[in-house]
Each structure stands twice: as C-alpha cells, then as structure tokens.
C-alpha cells in the first residue's frame, strides 16, 4: 500500500510538472490513449527498473540471513517472484489515475497555464 500511494504521489506530480509537454503533444495529434499509454509505460518502466535492481539483492539477503541464521530455511525465488508481479500490478492501479488525468488535459488550457 505504502508503495501504490508513493507511485501514485511521484506519477501526479511527474503529470503536473509535464502538462504543458502533454499539452503540446495533444496539439500535435496525440490522443487521449497515447498519453495514457506514455504515462503507463512510465510507471512501468520505474518499476522494472526498481525490480532488476532489487530482486537480486533481495535474494541475496535472504542467502545472506540464512547463512548467519541456523535453521533458517532459504525459499526458492517464489516469493520473490509472486512479490515483483503484485509490485507491477499495483504500479499499474496507481498510475491509472494520473494517466487518466493527463488524458484529460485541453491543450490550449496547458499552453496558457505555462
């Protein structure tokens, strides 16, 4: 939850602070699913971004931890695997709503207000 609500907090304020860029784009012809896409495929990439880089660490600390622990018993990169799908849905839901609203942006509204 706690991610969802970071995601979504950064992808609004990434859609405010490029209104006027989505403005212009919609000028030129960009429809409202274009932008929808371009800013999905924004928060996806911020996310397999964070998930190549954290994956392996994460299951190197559980090696790490079962290693220091007696008994502790390493489990196979399920976890991890089923953590990383939830993580990518959950980016999606968030940022379907500051999608949505950059689809919505009239580009002469955008260009006044930059």
């Known amino acids: 939850m ?3 609500l970071g995601l979504y907090g950064l992808l609004a ?3 405010a602070r490029r209104t006027a860029e989505i403005g ?3 000028a030129l012809g960009a429809t409202g699913r274009d932008v929808t896409r371009m800013v999905l495929a924004n928060a996806l990439r911020l996310v397999v971004v964070g998930l190549v880089l954290g ?3 994460a299951f190197w600390r559980q090696r790490f ?8 018993r390493v489990e196979p990169m399920v976890p991890v695997a089923v953590a990383a799908a939830t993580m990518i849905g959950v980016a999606l839901v968030a940022a379907y ?4 609203r950059a ?3 009239q580009p002469m509204d955008a260009l ?3």
Request: proline share 7%; no cysteine.
């Open 2 to 4: 706690l991610a969802a």
């Open 13 to 15: 304020y990434t859609v």
């Open 24 to 26: 212009i784009r919609m």
């Open 55 to 57: 994956a392996p660490i």
């Open 65 to 72: 931890a079962a290693s220091l622990i007696v008994n502790l």
């Open 97 to 100: 709503v500051p999608a949505r």
């Open 103 to 105: 689809a919505r942006v």
């Open 112 to 114: 006044r207000h930059s």
